[in-house]
């Protein structure tokens, strides 16, 4: 199955692991992985180290460079902790703040890391108990630390962990910082490694953090006396999915003025296994059932969950039709873009500074919301350390809302990520806003569409695991980046953008331009003759490669919306096949 010349590189990078500077533990399961008949596991564990990307690490659990452990997880501590002491050697104790989710290990990785900080002279702040990923942000900006750490895989399977990496302002690592870094990791050799604490420099994080974060949580709000008439009426049914929010949430909904919090009482159980769901993805309508179903028994108006590190968010409601339905992230984000905009300006709020970011991929109907209110739209690669990017970059403006197809939203800037508690109480705010002119959420998507125009989103995915399965992902992009097809479903190719080259191709004129960004990303969007829009790009977190669609229709008057919606997804379909993905 493996080539002669693969075994022996991994072979030899895991003998290495039976040496004295690992415990007998790992040494013992290295063994175990050399002495057995199928080799298939060794590979995976050795064949390359578990990359430190820009975003940090994340990958299945285990002995091995490929493999999130102790080892692996302390190279990365001890090369941020060296970059640390190197840009801020003036600070008279640099500090970082640690936080973790649910999963299996998350609270000894954490601990390893705070262990690590505090061996390295780094004052560590650790959060006494799992919380969710913005909290951590947030307290980073509040305790003016230089950097922060999360142990977390978001919505990865149970099998998977990670380690996220931020900076000062509460984002993630952008460059040159995340460059840096990874430079540092490079030149980690795990006997460098100090695993000795020094218990003076770890303090930590309790409920008083909690209610500073959900009071600003709360400066969020824009509810009028008649939405804030239906706080009592209206009733949420909220999921965790067994994760960090299972106390945040409601205590943020509680702060708002909301009372009718149902939950779901065996998704409230923390279990880094996620028993009652496939996947802990909230984008998934499968992990959202056991919670609509108990909407539909209460009788409920909406439904919302976050993911097991809190930092997306997922909504279902009752369609046209009455059936409960998931509203995408592409749509939440329209809504929750929608509402901030016209309550702002029904507040006085609004302001010629005022702007709002999103990711490439994600729907071009929130530019076309903001802009028809003189409102600046921002477009970013995918990851919100690119909407922080933004937001440092516009320093002399208002940002006020900014989001992308994938569940999340950051609906405030003090916590420079993705951010499900708050998300989810401006969620409930526009729920009963809706209520209070009796409609439904999904009615009030129909409103925008008749307002801004209409258009359609999809995502789907292809994996392909392992050492040939990269391999694969790359020859794909390759393949689109040699062979552009001039039509995709009879329409015709107006331009195509290039971000690991930074052009856009006009190609009637076949004239090349630059795109203006700092780092180039390896994405393709192909934009048509009938206004559809299709990116694709391999995860950086997960074995996969992803495709984007939007396509846009006309919404008049004469024709149903079914029929709209139906037309727009035969349109998806058929760019599918037409593209040949399988």
């Not at 997880?73 to 090369?79: D, E, S, Y």
């Not at 984007?548 to 229709?553: A, D, L, P, R, S």
Request: proline share 3%; charged share 25%; aromatic share 10%.
């Amino acid at each position: 199955m493996f080539s002669s010349d693969i075994i022996e590189s991994v072979k030899k990078n895991a003998e290495k692991w039976l040496g004295q500077s690992f415990d007998t533990n790992t040494r013992e399961q290295v063994k175990a992985l050399l002495d057995a008949d199928d080799q298939t596991e060794l590979v995976e564990s050795f064949y390359k180290n578990l990359e430190f990307g820009t975003g940090g690490l994340r990958g299945i659990m285990g002995v091995g460079i490929n493999r999130m452990n102790k080892y692996t997880v302390g190279a990365a501590t001890q090369a941020l902790a060296n970059y640390l002491n190197k840009v801020f050697a003036d600070e008279e104790q640099i500090s970082i703040c640690i936080g973790y989710d649910c999963r299996h290990n998350s609270k000894f990785f954490a601990q390893t890391v705070a262990d690590i900080f505090s061996a390295n002279g780094i004052l560590a702040y650790m959060f006494e108990d799992l919380r969710p990923t913005p909290e951590m942000s947030f307290a980073i900006r509040h305790l003016s630390c230089q950097s922060g750490v999360i142990i977390t895989a978001s919505h990865n399977p149970k099998e998977y962990n990670g380690y996220k990496a931020y900076w000062n302002d509460g984002s993630q690592l952008v460059p040159p910082h995340d460059r840096n870094v990874i430079e540092e990791v490079s030149k980690i050799k795990y006997e460098d490694i100090k695993f000795d604490a020094n218990p003076d420099l770890i303090k930590y994080l309790a409920e008083d953090m909690d209610k500073l974060y959900l009071d600003t949580v709360k400066t969020l709000s824009l509810a009028d006396s008649s939405s804030k008439e239906y706080f009592d009426k209206l009733k949420i049914v909220f999921t965790p999915l067994h994760g960090t929010t299972y106390k945040l949430v409601p205590d943020s909904l509680r702060n708002f003025g909301f009372t009718n919090i149902i939950n779901v009482p065996e998704q409230d159980v923390i279990d880094g296994d996620f028993p009652t769901v496939w996947s802990a993805n909230p984008e998934e309508p499968a992990a959202l059932k056991m919670a609509v179903d108990k909407a539909i028994e209460t009788d409920a108006d909406i439904v919302m969950a976050c993911d097991p590190d809190g930092d997306r968010i997922g909504v279902a409601a009752k369609n046209l039709q009455g059936e409960w339905e998931i509203i995408n992230g592409n749509q939440t984000a329209i809504l929750l873009t929608y509402y901030i905009i016209e309550r702002r300006r029904d507040l006085g709020l609004s302001s010629n500074k005022d702007f709002i970011v999103k990711t490439i991929v994600t729907s071009e109907l929130l530019k076309e919301i903001a802009e028809k209110n003189n409102i600046r739209c921002f477009d970013v690669y995918t990851g919100f350390k690119w909407i922080a990017d933004a937001i440092r970059d516009n320093s002399e403006l208002n940002y006020i809302g900014g989001g992308e197809e994938s569940f999340g939203y950051m609906p405030g800037k003090f916590t420079m990520d993705k951010d499900g508690v708050s998300s989810c109480s401006l969620m409930a705010e526009l729920a009963a806003m809706a209520k209070s002119e009796n409609k439904s959420l999904f009615e009030l998507l129909k409103d925008i569409y008749k307002k801004y125009g209409y258009s359609k989103e999809k995502m789907v995915y292809i994996v392909r695991e392992g050492l040939k399965g990269a391999e694969e992902i790359t020859n794909i992009m390759e393949e689109y980046r040699n062979n552009t097809p001039k039509y995709i479903n009879n329409s015709e190719l107006i331009f195509v953008k290039d971000y690991s080259t930074l052009e856009l191709l006009d190609v009637k004129n076949n004239k090349k331009t630059r795109l203006n960004y700092k780092t180039k990303s390896n994405v393709l969007q192909f934009f048509l003759a009938d206004g559809s829009k299709i990116s694709v790009r391999p995860s950086g977190t997960e074995p996969k490669i992803k495709y984007y669609f939007e396509v846009k229709e006309d919404y008049n008057s004469v024709q149903s919306f079914d029929t709209l919606e139906q037309n727009a997804e035969i349109k998806i379909q058929n760019i599918i096949k037409s593209m040949n993905i399988e």
